[in-house]
């Protein structure tokens, strides 16, 4: 019997500015990834939104959400955050000045199939969300 395409559906789960909420976020992401049967991709898109989470969480002092979202066999994670400012360009992930810190978009830009950003005005807030994607 051939495999059917899952539905379209999307997520948001609203978090603090807490460095736990990166943990919180990750395991919910597995949750919903497998309960929609996209194992297949629960390891790849756990580091995506661990990294953008937790850029949205260590660089900004409100609070954050992310967001997953599945439409046409593509799986969107984004993270918002209340800082309007662009993010820090993608460094090089083979400069060793930062190896430590500083490679978050890097490693998005690495493992996704796409990723961007995008200011966001909501409400008289202002923010920005850091999105990628990954194909099936």
């Known amino acids: ?34 309960m929609h049967g996209l194992i297949n991709l629960v390891d790849v898109a756990e580091l995506l939104a661990t990294e ?19 439409a046409a066999g593509v799986l969107r994670i984004g993270a918002w955050d209340a800082d309007p400012e662009p993010p820090e360009p993608p460094r090089p992930l083979d400069d060793p000045a930062e190896l430590e810190d500083g490679r978050g978009l890097a490693l998005v830009r690495a493992c996704s199939d796409l990723w ?8 008289g807030n202002r923010g920005k969300y850091v999105w990628c994607e990954l194909a099936r």
């Open 116 to 123: 961007g950003w995008q200011p966001l005005s909501r409400h």
């Open 52 to 70: 953008l989470v937790s850029n949205a969480v260590r660089h900004t002092k409100g609070p954050a959400a992310l967001r997953v979202r599945w």
């Open 1 to 34: 019997m051939p495999e059917t395409e899952p539905e379209s559906w999307e997520y948001s789960l609203y978090i603090p500015n807490d460095v736990r909420a990166v943990t919180v976020s990750r395991r919910t992401l597995r949750l919903i990834l497998t």
